[in-house]
């Protein structure tokens, strides 16, 4: 089976370790960090646009992979829910002494409540282990999308990259 | 017969067309758009998804928000629509017929722009005329425009854009999908559409072709086989995967039978989904005053009908005299740079080469040299 990105839909580790918006372990260590797993050459930028702090830069030509300049991200998490690829988390090392924490956009219904304890899935969509809501924030600069905060053991931070979506409840009279 | 006179014809109220008339009717000129659907936006309503492309290009922002957008400005600046209103054919005289609701209308236009847009591959197999089987086209159209579940669970044929986009909208509306076939040995689309799908556990079959789809009455499931490098089945490796839908994203091929009417002369282009007309860098035809913008020139993607429309819609305007040729130049190469930047990366230089090629291939026709190009 071949790896990378064009051959399974995830991208290889060797290819998330060449993108420069995949930041490096030594930056993770300061806390809530953007971590963009963006590695095709694509026409698009809204993320460079979305981050105020100028932590993410592609430049004049739009195909350009985006860079993260760890030391200018905050974390704050706008590129999030601005990527339209959904292709960027932001990850949080220190969350806890247990757990780390790991905010992602999600677009299905229904949508999960603040304490919930759901199934948090890898790459692949196969559940790895449990994860805790922490947050479900909606804004109009979302434009839609809805940005997930979930805690998750601190061993799985790198591997955790959403969560399994919820049954829809079934209507009275169906 | 309704006779009726107009300086600029756009056929096709989609991303294109409604920037051509855009364009054309900001410079001063007088527009009608007639659509033969009874909502204008074409393919932008059913886009439910944020757009990619340059913040210029409204990334970030939903299809049917653009769509909504486009109509506003459309509206605003004055330019007609005509809805439900078929065009049956055009003379290389540049007069229209046109069919609204039962009246026939004579058009004579003084520029045509026709953005007819795209239609969708169908694939042939046993069991593909059962109820169950779609255009994953139409299966979006039937979620995202009418809210109706089209099943439970999906096969996508393709994993090109449109496939996993489609694939991705159908979890979005609560069916399954499960999965995605895909003749090629690698995926077609978008990484991260993909990796949208992956994270939801949809599973890909790379290197695979439907062999039949299963059920009596209607889809009860989908026999898959792996094929070789040359897309030959391989005995013995079926599959079977339940499903109650067949969705097929297989391509789209331009809808340029107008144009064909209008004696324009063709190209042979399978990258852009094979015939597609002569134009020049206005997005004028071998007939003079026929322009032609989006999927029906090669299908691309939205952002590139946009400017591709905007282009016409300039064109058009500077060729009845609303635009100097200084402020025309001027546009057109703002437009340009921006198609030139959508056509860039490794997804869009081989259509930037194709559409040089397709320039080129003008040229040569005007001084005489082109033989037109055949189906290897």
Sequence with gaps: MKEGILFTGVPSPAELAASPGFPDPVFREKGRIAVIECVQEIPCNPCEGACKWGAIQIGDHITNLPALIPEKCTGCGICIANCPGLAITVIDNNFSETESSIDFPFEYLPLPKVGDVVEAVNRMGESVCRGRILAVKRSKAFVGTTVVSMAVPKEYQDIVRSMKRLPIPEKEGE | ?376
């Design chain 2, 1 to 376: 017969m309704k006779q009726m006179e107009v300086e600029v014809v756009v056929i096709g109220a989609g991303p294109a067309g409604l920037s051509a008339a855009c364009q054309a009717r900001m410079a001063g000129a007088q527009v009608l758009v007639i659509d033969e659907n009874n909502q204008p936006g074409g393919q932008l309503f059913k886009q439910i998804h944020k757009f990619f492309g340059s913040r210029e290009h409204q990334a970030g922002v939903r299809g049917y928000e653009i769509g909504q957008k486009l109509l506003e400005k459309t509206i605003a600046c004055g330019a007609s629509v005509m809805l439900d209103s078929l065009v049956y054919g055009i003379q290389p005289d540049l007069t229209l017929g046109v069919i609204k609701k039962g009246e026939n209308i004579a058009l004579k236009a003084q520029k045509i722009i026709v953005a007819t847009g795209a239609k969708e591959n169908y694939l042939p197999f046993p069991g593909s005329t059962l109820p169950g089987v779609m255009g994953a086209g139409a299966a979006q159209t039937m979620i995202n425009v009418n809210r109706v579940l089209p099943g439970k669970r999906a096969v996508m044929m393709g994993s090109g854009n449109v496939g996993l986009i489609v694939s991705y909208q159908l979890m979005q509306a609560g069916a399954e999908v499960a999965a995605i076939v895909e003749g090629a040995p690698c995926i077609g689309g978008y990484g991260v559409h993909a990796g949208k799908i992956r994270r939801a556990g949809v599973p890909f079959y790379l290197g695979y072709t439907v062999k039949r789809a299963l059920g009596e009455q209607s889809v009860e499931g989908v026999e898959i086989i792996q094929v070789n490098e040359r897309f030959q089945p391989i005995p013995g490796t079926e599959k079977l995967l339940k499903a109650d839908t067949i969705c097929l994203a297989v391509g789209l091929n331009p809808m340029n039978e107008l144009l064909w009417q209008a004696g324009c002369h063709f190209d042979f282009i399978p990258a852009f989904g094979g015939h597609v007309p002569l134009h020049d860098s206005n997005m004028e035809t071998t007939i003079c005053g026929v322009y032609a913008a989006g999927d029906a020139t090669g299908v691309e993607e939205a952002s590139s009908a946009m400017e591709e429309g905007n282009l016409a819609g300039v064109a058009a305007a500077e060729a009845l005299g609303y635009l100097s040729y200084e402020e025309a130049a001027c546009k057109k190469a703002e437009i340009q740079h921006r198609l030139d930047t959508l056509r860039d990366g490794p997804f869009g230089q081989k259509r930037r080469a194709f559409k040089e090629q397709q320039l080129a291939d003008m040229k040569a026709f005007d001084q005489g040299s082109f033989m037109g190009r055949m189906q290897a």
